[in-house]
């Protein structure tokens, strides 16, 4: 089954400070969903990527993958306190012979992310 | 737009007892996802369905745990009977699958955090 790393398990960081978290799979992602979680709330949907070397950016959020497919790196410029929360990364489990997917979500175990006015 | 919909917020219950958790997808979505949430485990996807049928279901725990989705617009989670190792959080989520897509990015509700003494 497909595994998905993410480093590091936590993070603090004083505001304005730039950060990266990454996701390692042990498979090739064919889709890969970045979610931001904040305690006690559902997670909110930031970015999904798709393409082997594709970019998104939102605001100050930047999230790329890997050319091989199998590595995703979530990017934040000039942290704020509105940045801290829990961030997964979640893949497409599997593949159908129709090339379509499951849409069945494996997810990391989260980073947590602390910023320090 | 209303986002997913998920009720209670909070249950707390008694070991035996019968629980049932609520979804309302968003409008227009024809998938619907139940994960549990651990500290242990982490994220887990339960059940999905799509259009209303069960699609796989080899995530649900045990016999214990059954799923429904009698129409579009409303799903249940029911734990019966229930035990202290059920205490999660519960999430509800909801994508719009376009046949042969390759992927659709799924919503989450805000969950229900069970507590079974």
């Known amino acids: 089954s497909q595994e998905l790393e993410q480093s590091p398990q936590s993070l603090i960081v004083q505001e304005g400070k730039n950060l990266t978290i990454n996701c390692t799979s042990s498979?090739?992602?064919?889709?890969l969903y970045w979610y931001k979680q904040k305690y006690g709330e559902g997670l909110i949907f930031l970015m999904m990527?798709?393409?082997?070397?594709e970019e998104k950016s939102h605001e100050k959020i930047t999230a790329k993958l890997d050319e091989k497919k199998q590595q995703s790196s979530l990017h934040i410029t000039a942290s704020q306190p509105s940045h801290a929360g829990i961030y997964l990364c979640?893949?497409?489990?599997?593949?159908?012979?129709?090339?379509?997917?499951?849409?069945?979500?494996?997810f990391g175990q989260g980073t947590i992310l602390t910023v320090h006015p | 737009d209303a986002g997913v919909i998920q009720s209670p917020r909070h249950e707390v219950t008694e070991m035996g007892q019968e629980v049932t958790l609520r979804c309302k997808p968003i409008?227009?979505?024809?998938?619907l996802f139940w994960y549990r949430q651990t500290m242990m485990r982490g994220l887990e996807l339960l059940i999905y369905?799509?259009?209303?049928?069960?699609?796989?279901d080899s995530g649900m725990p045990e016999d214990r745990f059954s799923a429904k989705m009698p129409n579009a617009s409303f799903s249940t989670l029911k734990i019966q009977p229930s035990e202290p190792r059920d205490s999660a959080v519960y999430f509800c989520?909801?994508?719009?699958?376009?046949?042969?897509?390759?992927?659709?990015?799924?919503?989450f509700g805000p969950g229900t955090r069970l507590t079974v003494l």
């Open positions: 498979k090739t992602l064919y889709g």
């Open positions: 989520a909801s994508s719009f699958r376009i046949l042969g897509k390759y992927t659709d990015t799924q919503y």
């Open positions: 369905f799509n259009n209303n049928v069960p699609i796989d």
């Open positions: 979640g893949a497409d489990k599997k593949q159908n012979a129709g090339g379509t997917s499951y849409g069945k979500l494996t």
């Open positions: 990527l798709q393409k082997g070397g």
């Open positions: 409008s227009g979505h024809n998938s």
